[in-house]
Nanobody
Framework: VQLQASGGGLVQAGDSLRLSCAASGGSVGTHATAWFRQAPGKEREFVAAISWMGGRTYYQDSAKGRFTVSRDNAKNTVYLQMNMLRPEDTAVYYC???????????????????????WGQGTLVTVSS
């Protein structure tokens, strides 16, 4: 499965962006999917995740109330709607997928990058103050 993230760009604080992650070469319809990000000089960190049927979502504390993760399995695509963006949201955002749907059931599982089998190439989000 190949993941292609898009939708990043340069925005001002308070603006919104919608990231998309299109899968090819296979279906992510039965995969747990998530978004990670990596800011310059920092470690990769978990942002949000969604179960394979979309019934459960998980967010990093700073994303709660501002970001919404969703998926459209018919389109083989996962989304991350980001509102009220802050300069500290500046990072490369990666979409990821795990064959083991149980990955999301534990915080350790979903927060650990190596829990995920597939990684997209990342899309850069820059938020200016």
């Amino acid at each position: 499965v190949q993941l292609q993230a898009s939708g990043g760009g340069l925005v001002q604080a308070g603006d919104s962006l919608r990231l998309s992650c299109a899968a090819s070469g296979g279906s992510v319809g039965t995969h747990a999917t998530a978004w990670f990000r990596q800011a310059p000089g920092k470690e990769r960190e978990f942002v949000a995740a969604i179960s394979w049927m979309g019934g459960r979502t998980y967010y990093q504390d700073s994303a709660k109330g501002r970001f919404t993760v969703s998926r459209d399995n018919a389109k083989n695509t996962v989304y991350l709607q980001m509102n009220m963006l802050r300069p500290e949201d500046t990072a490369v955002y990666y979409c990821v997928a795990a064959r083991n749907t149980g990955t999301l059931l534990s915080s350790r599982g979903r927060l650990t990058p190596r829990s995920y089998d597939y990684w997209g190439q990342g899309t850069l989000v820059t938020v200016s103050s």
